[in-house]
């Protein structure tokens, strides 16, 4: 099942078309999204007996991010080897973790604004929490995964590396820098959520394209040494690492251009299609670059 959400509402997405939760549930679920995880369960098996004929058709445009306002989002840094290795570093020991702040989340078709010329891109792999998770083991983590999607970490550059102790948070929260979808995918529609395919590409110029089979910390073990620190919430999101072929890595360094479309699709989970327009240059109360 996928579920996402479209004009704001809670809804099984088929293939361009969407059964809306609230209405043919008779209120039974609520509409609100990010109240889904409260009773996951009983939704996914109320809505794996609907039918094609409870589905209206919808304006892509009005897909919105599966989850608007997670209580945490957890991403991790270097979580592929190449990845490390174009950017300089050895592979970590243990994963780099940041947030992003859950104000940057945007849908899989919304327009960015782009605040400046250092933007880059990072398709990865989202994992959505579906009960709470705390000291959880490696061996049974997947169960407390409502499902999977994709994102973006866009992150700006210079405000990511500023200062003596870079902290990536900021530089990869501006309004825009997490495009999020199409929808939740539940574990049983896709055929194997250790080894997908990821890629992502600006107009038809491929960008970056790897497995996540590839992660150093694969969903299991980042769930585990997560679990063990913060309890995760239903609802909470993991950015899980992005593959290599990132802009800041190019030789000369390469960012995101107005005008264009990034795509980020995986296997089994859809694509993001995000315009790229320029906005105005923020105001940089830090010293950047
Ligand atoms: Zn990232």
Redesign the pocket.
Known sequence: MRLGTVDGRLSILLDGRAIDVERVSDGRFSAVADKAFERWDELVEWGHSRTADDAVGFDPAALGPPVARPTQIF?V?LNYRAHAAESGLAAPESPPVFTKFATCLTGPRSTVVLPSGNVDW?V?LVVVIGRRAENVAESAAWSYVAGLTIGQ?L?ERAVQLVGPAPQFSLGKSFPGFGPLGPGIVTLDEVADPDDLELSCRLDEEVLQKGRTSDMIFGVPELIARLSAVCPLLPGDLI?T??PPGVGMARKPPRFLTPGTTLVSSIESLGELHNPLVAGPAYDAQVTVG
Do not use: H, L, P, R
């Open positions: 991403a840094g990072e990865e970490d992150s950015f690492g992005t």
